[in-house]
């Protein structure tokens, strides 16, 4: 089954890339290498705000982690041209997330992010990761995520 057959079975479209919310690039792509700026959970309901450990659950930090993941693989398809299938591999997550100084659970926030890409790629989703928390993040975002990955 193609990348694109498999987010489809998962009921995920991928959105437009989004565009950068400052001054950089949302990739760069260097021979077989795109680096992914940091995403954050942006989908058409809007930002999911939220600090883990003071008004956020784990579960929710999860599926923002999820829809970080979205917008990453919607950057790697703009960056291969609009063909996801040139993705070979996700190589590197790192997971920020905001959360209080006494609030230990990053990882299973970052899991969130973690488990859709194998789910949606298989062994091509398989990666290193670090997830670290961060005292805030831009317009009061749980998460935000940036990736390496390897094209074709």
């Not at 993705?87 to 100084?101: D, E």
């Given at each position: ?55 956020m659950e784990v579960e929710a930090g999860a599926e923002a982690a999820r ?86």
């Open positions: 089954m193609s990348f694109a057959e498999k987010l489809q079975s998962l009921g995920v479209t991928l959105p437009d890339a989004p565009a950068p919310a400052a001054n950089y690039v949302p990739f760069v792509k260097t021979g077989n290498i795109v680096y992914v700026s940091g995403q954050i959970p942006m989908n058409e309901s809007g930002m999911i705000k939220g600090k883990l450990g003071e008004d829809v970080c993941a979205i917008n990453l693989l919607a950057q790697v398809k703009a960056a291969c041209d609009g063909d996801i299938e040139r993705l070979v591999r996700v190589i590197k997550l790192t997971g920020f997330v905001n959360s209080t100084a006494d609030f230990g659970d990053q990882p299973k926030v970052i899991n969130g992010a973690s488990d859709f890409m194998v789910e949606a790629l298989g062994d091509a989703g398989r990666h290193s990761r670090s997830a670290v928390s961060a005292a805030s993040l831009p317009f009061g975002v749980a998460v935000e995520i940036e990736g390496i990955f390897e094209v074709s």
